[in-house]
């Protein structure tokens, strides 16, 4: 049963490890005669583009590999970024309390109020799209989320018995932290983590599709969806391939959140 | 606190975050690059007339006298014209939103019946194979971006085997069974990121509840397992049930957008999307203005849905 239990996570880690060797290995790794023959546009499935090809007849696995490049190091950057920022915060608001913490959380509120996708596309068509312009509105958007959670987590360990034990020993703020607060912080945090990252992807490539992400010469999954949405009126797969290979990353990390989420006993949420 | 005040309070604030929107929006519209009277007119033109279009468009007024007159418009049902068109934004705004509404409501009636259902059945057959497959169904569908079902759909449903047509288009004179029909992709795809939503949020806070010493109580009184779950269970759950679903109705607006852009739905989303390559101000204005007004809205009924539930929450600390 605990086979049965662990195997959608280990099929998800073993996806993810594989996707993260080809996309770091590039568009080098496939064979030259695939990555620059260019064909006719949209060919099928075939021996020597093993995916087809785009909408310029270029190999679709070949641009795969390298949009997954800039996709994947964007959404890691974003969820990193946005945790570094929620953490800090966080943490801040819980430990000072007071003034501190009342303003942190009435500007989060407000930012959460805000619909995020008019917010985004309000931003790109002002700056332009950009990839800083979009990283630091996804970090904007996402980080509220983490400040929440981590204030949250912080305000209800620090209650804890253990660390008023820890402090009546007379231990330092940072050594309480380190040794009481995080430990019992760890899994939750993952789980986030790894739900920002989902987030970032979707809503990067959302935006993207929109033609309002990654802009174009620049190969990224949500713009190579949009840029061979046409092969389907001619009943042709071209814009499924990048669309499923986002649709399976985001659900292979979902899956590993969710499977820490219930080793550790918590209920997780999705995304949003 | 009342709950009238509560609700009052909360109300205040929602009005205050709609009024940071629409100043939020104005601002934006008006810092996007280029000049509106230079787009419609194109290239070889005189100085002059750019000149005198941006009077006639109103541009050399300062932003916050356009912004009240556009307010004190809007509040009068007129949205401007479209800069693009020349056309008022106002009837074919009006159009859209009805299509847009009809298609969230389609998705909605569609949707959270099921979640609902599916959620709690998960949660009675907790870990079991059932539940299994329900959970992994649902982590599924609320991973994949909405133009992955979509495209998914498309070839399959409507190219492969024609049961559906391949664009959504609708017209104001098209039946009720014929628009139920072309809408059917497209509420579907939304339906599957809602309901999945719904579904595991139900399934969670079931479960939580029926961890809890009265439902073993009722168990041992010998309650009948369908009165357990319907009388002392659900009962407990309504409010944050009822809570998520407003949040997923507006996390709806994200998906709306792409769903109307993938089936080309003559909606507000696509508009909108459109008019912001366009620069169409007008326009981007009264569709980012309603998704606006509509997020705050639903987050504000998620909130009283919670405190109405929970007397508690009545009292923060």
Not at chain 1, 107 to 129: F, K, N, R, Y
Request: include cysteine; proline fraction near 6%; charged fraction near 15%.
């Amino acid at each position: 049963m605990t086979a049965l239990r662990n195997l959608p996570m280990l099929v998800s880690a073993i996806l993810l490890a594989l996707v993260a060797i080809a996309v770091l290995a590039g568009p080098d790794a496939v064979p030259a005669a695939m990555r620059d023959g260019i064909g006719d546009p949209w060919e099928g499935f075939g021996p020597l583009h093993l995916l087809g090809t785009d909408q310029l007849g270029r190999d679709l696995l070949a641009r795969l590999l390298e949009g997954g490049r800039i996709t994947l190091a964007l959404a890691t950057m974003v969820a990193v970024l946005c945790f570094a920022v929620g953490l800090g915060l966080g943490l801040l608001a819980a430990i000072l309390g007071g003034a501190v913490d009342t303003l942190l959380s009435r500007l989060v509120d407000v930012t959460m109020a805000l619909p995020p996708l008019i917010l985004a596309i309000l931003v790109v068509a002002m700056l332009g799209s950009s990839i800083p312009v979009l990283v630091i509105v996804l970090v904007v958007l996402e980080s509220p989320r983490v400040f929440r959670l981590v204030r949250a987590l912080a305000m209800e360990i620090m209650t804890e018995d253990f660390v008023t034990a820890a402090r009546l020993r007379g231990e330092g703020l940072l050594w309480i932290l380190a040794r009481e607060v995080a430990p019992n912080a760890v899994v939750p945090l993952v789980a986030e983590l790894a739900l920002r990252f989902v987030f970032a992807l979707l809503f990067l490539s959302s935006l993207s599709f929109l033609g309002l992400g990654v802009p174009p010469p620049q190969a990224d999954w949500g713009g190579m969806v949009r840029e061979n949405a046409p092969a389907l009126g001619f009943g042709l797969p071209a814009p499924i391939v990048p669309a499923a290979v986002i649709a399976l990353v985001a659900l292979s990390v979902n899956q590993i959140a969710d499977w820490l989420v219930t080793a550790s006993g918590r209920r997780g949420m999705g995304r949003g | 606190m009342t709950l009238p005040g509560m609700i009052a309070r909360r109300s205040m604030e929602a009005v205050a975050t709609l009024a940071i929107i629409a100043a939020l929006l104005f601002g934006g519209v008006e810092l996007i690059p280029g000049d509106p009277a230079r787009t419609i007119l194109g290239q070889n033109v005189t100085e002059e007339a750019v000149a005198n279009l941006r009077i006639a468009l109103r541009l050399d007024q300062p932003v916050y006298q356009r912004f009240f007159d556009w307010a004190a418009g809007a509040a009068h049902g007129d949205l401007g014209k479209s800069l693009l068109s020349g056309r008022p934004v106002g009837p074919d705004f009006a159009w859209r939103a009805k299509n847009t509404l009809f298609l969230a409501g389609y998705a909605a009636l569609l949707s959270l019946p099921l979640a609902i259902a599916l959620g709690l059945i998960a949660a009675l057959y907790r870990d079991r194979l059932m539940d299994r497959t329900i959970s992994l169904f649902s982590l599924a569908t609320i991973s994949f971006p909405e133009f992955f079902v979509g495209y998914v759909l498309l070839s399959v449903l409507a190219m492969d085997l024609g049961w559906f047509p391949v664009l959504s288009t609708v017209d104001p004179d098209m039946g009720f069974w014929e628009r139920l029909h072309r809408c059917f992709l497209p509420a579907v795809t939304l339906s599957c990121l809602v309901g999945a939503y719904v579904l595991r949020i139900t399934r969670a806070t079931i479960t939580s509840v029926l961890e809890r010493p009265y439902i073993e109580m009722a168990e041992l009184k010998g309650v009948s397992r369908l009165s357990l779950v319907f009388r002392h269970a659900l009962i407990n759950a309504i409010g944050p049930i009822a809570n998520v679903v407003a949040l997923a109705l507006a996390y709806m607006i994200v998906g709306i957008v792409v769903t109307e852009v993938v089936f080309t739905y003559p909606g507000l989303g696509q508009w909108m999307v459109d008019s912001v390559a366009k620069h169409d101000m007008n326009v981007i204005l009264a569709c980012g203005l309603s998704f606006g007004a509509t997020y705050v809205v639903l987050n504000l009924l998620a909130d009283v849905a919670a405190v109405v539930a929970n007397p508690r929450m009545r009292h923060p600390r």
